[in-house]
């Protein structure tokens, strides 16, 4: 490891090390597919520490070459220039959700490895992601991720990072998505094992329009259920 990058792991460590001792409180309370928030106390609370929490992980400046020509002039961003989602099950995906990628590298363009951590996924901002991140982000992760939290937000509230080891991880996984299935009785237990997060997510998406499609009918109707 060349000292150039052995000076940037020491620089970057420090607000990692902090934010993984600090960073305790989901993604703002809200109501989200039917679920109320815990409390309009408890949902201030969690919005101020996100933010707070948030800002303890690095952005990064470079410019999308994909951007729309709104964020074109942008050059603040979540995640670093080379980030990609890469194939996860569910399981690697809520981890990442709840504590994101503190160890991730990345390369520069002169062949320099650093470490650019990333923050927990559910607290990033989707107006600072590059857009083919934001794509995979809304379309592949978000919409099973945010259902397995809306479940837990309770516990998160009061769960530091630190005490988020294996034990409490499986137990709220376990929780969580035995909640959300009950939600979708369409999904089969036995068939989701083998399930990618992009499966899930387009499952969910898929369940979510049949709603809002039978919703719609039942309203022009006059039925309700």
Known sequence: ????????????????????????????????????????????????????????????RYTDPNASARKRGCRDWDVPADFKFQTADLYSAWQAWLLGYPMNRSTRANGEVYLAPVKPLRLLRRGQLPAKVKKTYDNAWRPVLELMESEIEGTLLTTPVSKMDAKWMSAQYTYALKHVCAKYPDIKAELVGSWKISAWSRKIKDLNAKKRKAARISSSIGVSF
């Open 1 to 60: 490891m060349d000292r150039m990058t052995e000076r940037m792991e020491k620089k970057v460590a420090a607000p990692v090390k902090e934010a993984t001792a600090h960073l305790s409180v989901p993604i703002a309370a809200r109501e989200r597919n039917g679920v109320r928030p815990v409390s309009p106390a408890a949902a201030q609370a969690t919005t101020n520490a996100r933010a707070s929490n948030a800002t303890l992980y690095p952005s990064y």
